[in-house]
């Protein structure tokens, strides 16, 4: 059987599970297996073109847009991939009820089915994460300056006392798309926190314009950035770091199980990084002003944190 055939019966059988009503978190189980392994053993060449017709053109796909997070990433409405309601169907956050109520029922199982898949659940831990370390930064007593980059719906600011508490001085939220912004104006305006407007590009520029912070952290925009701009990037946002202040960025890593399912389906393109990629990103930094720097992971293993301690 040639490599196109054996891609082919993967989605044929992943659409016989479906149609045929038999049990969806089996049968999507198959697929996200399948088309992983496929993945692995064709070329990226192969890989590509099938999935840019073999799987936008199978019945297939029909059955599995039906998955309100599915469409959603595939078809991104806001003109970029990850968008933040999207990000709050991975979290199943307040909000999202209307999107899987208006699902078919394939649809909702689906979802259940991708929302509580290991990239769902990585995503789900990075935030908690994220909490923990504004938490930790924003003691008692201490003045906090924090600025988070692709903030989305600043949905870890839920989850931390500190930010319940009042006891960030100054909490800065960037994203580049205003609809983000205005939800995160209506929801932690009134508790003080900040937003701009900027892509990463114009952040490179003007990162040094926004203040000196404890902590700066970037959860999302790595996944989507080249070596080059993201070296860059992580020298600006260092240039953003207070002494003794701390760096933390995130990306996905290689082999993630879902590769295959968001590729394929979701059209979800992802820059992945290892530990030692994420390290090679602070090669422009100056040795001087490092501290510390390390690299760690949620318990998962699908997402992978850099954290650069300034000096103080």
């Given at each position: 059987m040639d490599a196109v055939s054996q891609g082919r019966t993967i989605l044929d059988e992943a659409y016989d599970d479906l149609d045929n009503d038999r049990e969806v978190d089996a049968g999507m189980d198959r697929l996200v297996v399948g088309l992983k392994g496929y993945r692995q053993r064709v070329s990226p060449r192969v890989?590509?073109?099938?999935?840019?017709?073999?799987?936008?053109?199978?019945p297939v796909r029909y059955l599995v847009h039906q998955d309100p997070l599915t469409e959603?990433?595939?078809?991104?409405?806001r003109g970029?991939?990850?968008?933040?309601?999207?990000?709050?169907l991975f979290y199943g956050a307040e909000g999202t009820t209307r999107y899987v109520d208006d699902a078919t029922p394939l649809g909702q199982q689906i979802y259940h089915f991708t929302s509580?898949?290991?990239?769902?659940?990585?995503?789900?831990?990075?935030?908690?994460?994220?909490?923990?370390?504004?938490?930790?930064?924003?003691?008692?007593?201490?003045?906090?300056?924090i600025m988070t980059l692709g903030c989305g719906h600043l949905r870890e600011a839920e989850m931390s006392e500190a930010v319940k508490e009042r006891r960030v001085h100054r909490f800065l939220a960037v994203d580049r798309d205003p609809e983000s912004l205005r939800v995160v104006r209506e929801k932690f305006g009134p508790i003080g926190?900040?937003?701009?407007?900027?892509?990463?590009?114009?952040?490179?520029e003007t990162a040094d314009q926004l203040g000196r912070f404890d902590l700066v952290y970037a959860a999302g925009p790595y996944d989507h950035l080249n070596r080059w701009v993201a070296t860059r990037l992580t020298d600006a946002l260092f240039r953003a770091t207070r002494p003794g202040g701390l760096l933390l960025v995130t990306n996905f890593v290689h082999g993630i199980r879902d590769v295959g399912y968001m590729e394929a389906f979701m059209d979800w393109q992802l820059t992945y990084r290892s530990a030692a990629d994420m390290f090679s990103l602070t090669q422009t930094l100056p040795?001087?002003?490092?501290?510390?720097?390390?690299?760690?992971?949620?318990?998962?293993?699908?997402?992978?944190?850099?954290?650069?301690?300034r000096q103080s």
């Amino acid at each position: 059987m040639d490599a196109v055939s054996q891609g082919r019966t993967i989605l044929d059988e992943a659409y016989d599970d479906l149609d045929n009503d038999r049990e969806v978190d089996a049968g999507m189980d198959r697929l996200v297996v399948g088309l992983k392994g496929y993945r692995q053993r064709v070329s990226p060449r192969v890989w590509e073109t099938f999935c840019r017709t073999e799987c936008v053109s199978h019945p297939v796909r029909y059955l599995v847009h039906q998955d309100p997070l599915t469409e959603r990433a595939y078809f991104k409405p806001r003109g970029y991939p990850g968008d933040a309601i999207l990000m709050d169907l991975f979290y199943g956050a307040e909000g999202t009820t209307r999107y899987v109520d208006d699902a078919t029922p394939l649809g909702q199982q689906i979802y259940h089915f991708t929302s509580t898949a290991p990239a769902a659940r990585a995503l789900r831990r990075r935030k908690e994460i994220l909490a923990t370390m504004i938490d930790r930064v924003s003691g008692p007593g201490r003045a906090s300056h924090i600025m988070t980059l692709g903030c989305g719906h600043l949905r870890e600011a839920e989850m931390s006392e500190a930010v319940k508490e009042r006891r960030v001085h100054r909490f800065l939220a960037v994203d580049r798309d205003p609809e983000s912004l205005r939800v995160v104006r209506e929801k932690f305006g009134p508790i003080g926190v900040e937003t701009a407007e900027s892509t990463v590009n114009e952040l490179i520029e003007t990162a040094d314009q926004l203040g000196r912070f404890d902590l700066v952290y970037a959860a999302g925009p790595y996944d989507h950035l080249n070596r080059w701009v993201a070296t860059r990037l992580t020298d600006a946002l260092f240039r953003a770091t207070r002494p003794g202040g701390l760096l933390l960025v995130t990306n996905f890593v290689h082999g993630i199980r879902d590769v295959g399912y968001m590729e394929a389906f979701m059209d979800w393109q992802l820059t992945y990084r290892s530990a030692a990629d994420m390290f090679s990103l602070t090669q422009t930094l100056p040795e001087k002003d490092i501290q510390d720097r390390r690299t760690f992971s949620e318990e998962s293993g699908g997402i992978v944190f850099l954290a650069v301690r300034r000096q103080s």
